[in-house]
């Protein structure tokens, strides 16, 4: 195919040449990357108050919260006015805001106001700004023995701040930092494990060993998360955040079916999508949420057959042209072939560019079986995608 360029203008930050229809290159020696971009794994201890148990992580890291906090801000106010009105009610009205919210996520957001020094309307703000910004690659595959693995790269900060000096997203740099594995515990039990941006209370990557594993996308365009946010604020307190909704997913489901149950019925704020696997061959989904609703739940068998895939748009119409990750990834999963299914086959798929592009900040590989967890940080050298 013939590659056709179009230059693409930013606001007045970046001046950007995309070009679609070439040739993807899959890359096949990505894995295992250097141990300095491994992450460090903390503890959350759910037998603790909601206050005290993010003290250890976010005590850690209030620098770079902070500093992700003010970059944050800076950028938000280019949105214009009303996304600055947003910012000055929560700062202000914040503690307000926190007691609205659901325990224990109210608690211990309160608590890493505590551990931080930050002001509580702050983190808040921080807390609902992960639920409206994520970009990102999901793959479930079945080796041919039919277990299961689930991978994600997490690309966050389109469109906030593009550092001509640097070549990179702002804020994409200011939250590569903050990324923790959490080994979250009952009774000393770990009962499940979750990426975290430090700070942030939900979850969007996590594994339930020996039953399920999730990994939330976006969903972007339809009847927006910044609706359910006002009528949040407006007092219609009826939908669930949708990081407290995957959190309360991997606390308190035992199953497969019982999490896709939860994640299938509840009532949210925005759109989403869930991708979920389970412990057995057959058992992946991607779940395409409405706000209020669920529009659709895609399964393995009927998508790739030994792999079902996720970008950020709906499985069943054309990505945009120009921010095309899934036909990249499915190129690759099928040079892979399912008799590559592990943790290097599916690292090096996720590591291809453009489904690795500048906003990609981790990949995070999971299997069910084993309980295994590894997020490697990622950096896309130039020359890359910018999304
Ligand atoms: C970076 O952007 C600023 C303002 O947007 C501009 O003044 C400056 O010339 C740019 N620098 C480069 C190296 O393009
Ligand atoms: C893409 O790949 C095809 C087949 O391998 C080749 O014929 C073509 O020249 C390539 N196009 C570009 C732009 O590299
Ligand atoms: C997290 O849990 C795993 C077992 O699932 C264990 O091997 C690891 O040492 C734990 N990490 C920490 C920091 O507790
Ligand atoms: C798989 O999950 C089911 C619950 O859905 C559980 O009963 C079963 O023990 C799990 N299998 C394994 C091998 O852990
Ligand atoms: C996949 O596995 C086969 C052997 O099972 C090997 O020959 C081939 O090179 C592998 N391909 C990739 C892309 O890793």
Same mark, same amino acid.
């Given at each position: 195919?013939?590659? $056709?360029?179009? #230059?693409?203008?930013?606001?007045?930050?970046?001046?950007?040449?995309?070009?679609?229809?070439?040739? !993807?290159?899959? &890359?096949?020696?990505?894995?295992?990357?250097?141990?300095?971009?491994?992450?460090?794994?903390?503890?959350?201890?759910?037998?603790?108050?909601?206050?005290?148990?993010?003290?250890?992580?976010?005590?850690?890291?209030?620098?770079?919260?902070?500093?992700?906090?003010?970059?944050?801000?800076?950028?938000?106010?280019?949105?214009?006015?009303?996304?600055?009105?947003?910012?000055?009610?929560?700062?202000?009205?914040?503690?307000? @805001?926190?007691?609205?919210?659901?325990?224990?996520?109210?608690?211990?957001?309160?608590?890493?106001?505590?551990?931080?020094?930050?002001? #509580?309307?702050?983190?808040?703000?921080? *807390?609902? @700004?992960?639920?409206?910004? $994520?970009?990102?690659?999901?793959?479930?595959?079945?080796?041919?023995?039919?277990?299961?693995?689930?991978?994600?790269?997490?690309?966050?900060?389109?469109?906030?701040?593009?550092?001509?000096?640097?070549?990179?997203?702002?804020?994409?740099?200011?939250?590569?930092?903050?990324?923790?594995?959490?080994?979250?515990?009952?009774?000393?039990?770990?009962? @499940?494990?979750? !990426?975290?941006? %430090?700070?942030?209370?939900?979850?969007?990557?996590?594994?339930?060993?020996?039953?399920?594993?999730?990994?939330?996308?976006?969903?972007?365009?339809?009847?927006?998360?910044?609706?359910?946010?006002?009528?949040?604020?407006?007092?219609?307190?009826?939908?669930?955040?949708?990081?407290?909704?995957?959190?309360?997913?991997?606390?308190? %489901?035992?199953?497969? *079916?019982?999490?896709?149950?939860?994640?299938?019925?509840?009532?949210?704020?925005?759109?989403?999508?869930?991708?979920?696997?389970?412990?057995?061959?057959?058992?992946?989904? &991607?779940?395409?949420?409405?706000?209020?609703?669920?529009?659709?739940?895609?399964?393995?068998?009927?998508?790739?057959?030994?792999?079902?895939?996720?970008?950020?748009?709906?499985?069943?119409?054309?990505?945009?042209?120009?921010?095309?990750?899934?036909?990249?990834? *499915?190129?690759?999963?099928?040079?892979?072939?399912?008799?590559?299914?592990?943790?290097?086959?599916?690292? *090096?798929?996720?590591?291809?560019?453009?489904? #690795?592009?500048? #906003? $990609?900040?981790?990949?995070?590989?999971?299997?069910?079986?084993?309980?295994?967890?590894?997020?490697?940080?990622?950096?896309?050298?130039?020359?890359?995608?910018?999304?």
């Amino acid at each position: 195919m013939k590659p $056709t360029c179009i #230059l693409l203008t930013l606001s007045t930050f970046a001046l950007f040449t995309i070009c679609v229809g070439q040739n !993807v290159t899959c &890359v096949h020696d990505a894995y295992p990357p250097k141990p300095s971009l491994k992450i460090p794994t903390y503890t959350v201890n759910l037998d603790l108050p909601g206050r005290q148990r993010w003290v250890e992580i976010t005590g850690a890291k209030k620098v770079e919260i902070a500093n992700l906090l003010a970059v944050l801000k800076k950028f938000l106010a280019t949105f214009g006015e009303i996304a600055e009105k947003l910012i000055n009610f929560i700062d202000e009205k914040g503690d307000k @805001f926190d007691e609205t919210l659901p325990q224990p996520f109210a608690d211990e957001i309160q608590g890493i106001a505590d551990a931080t020094g930050l002001k #509580l309307g702050e983190v808040v703000l921080y *807390n609902i @700004f992960y639920e409206v910004f $994520t970009v990102c690659t999901s793959i479930i595959a079945e080796d041919p023995q039919g277990n299961l693995y689930h991978a994600r790269n997490l690309d966050f900060g389109l469109l906030l701040g593009w550092d001509n000096k640097t070549d990179a997203w702002e804020v994409t740099e200011a939250l590569r930092p903050l990324i923790v594995n959490v080994n979250y515990t009952r009774s000393g039990k770990v009962i @499940f494990k979750a !990426v975290h941006f %430090a700070g942030y209370v939900g979850v969007l990557t996590a594994i339930k060993p020996g039953l399920f594993t999730l990994s939330m996308n976006e969903r972007f365009g339809v009847d927006g998360g910044y609706i359910g946010v006002l009528e949040w604020i407006m007092g219609d307190h009826s939908a669930t955040w949708m990081g407290f909704l995957t959190r309360q997913t991997m606390e308190n %489901a035992l199953s497969y *079916n019982e999490a896709r149950n939860m994640l299938v019925n509840t009532k949210m704020l925005a759109p989403a999508y869930f991708i979920l696997g389970g412990n057995k061959t057959g058992e992946a989904c &991607v779940i395409t949420r409405n706000r209020l609703d669920t529009r659709d739940t895609w399964e393995i068998q009927d998508a790739g057959k030994w792999y079902i895939l996720e970008t950020n748009y709906d499985h069943w119409k054309a990505p945009l042209v120009i921010d095309d990750r899934r036909g990249p990834a *499915n190129k690759c999963m099928k040079e892979m072939t399912q008799q590559n299914v592990s943790f290097k086959g599916i690292f *090096n798929v996720l590591s291809s560019k453009p489904v #690795l592009n500048k #906003l $990609t900040t981790y990949t995070a590989l999971m299997s069910v079986k084993s309980g295994d967890l590894e997020t490697w940080l990622q950096y896309c050298p130039d020359p890359c995608f910018p999304w």
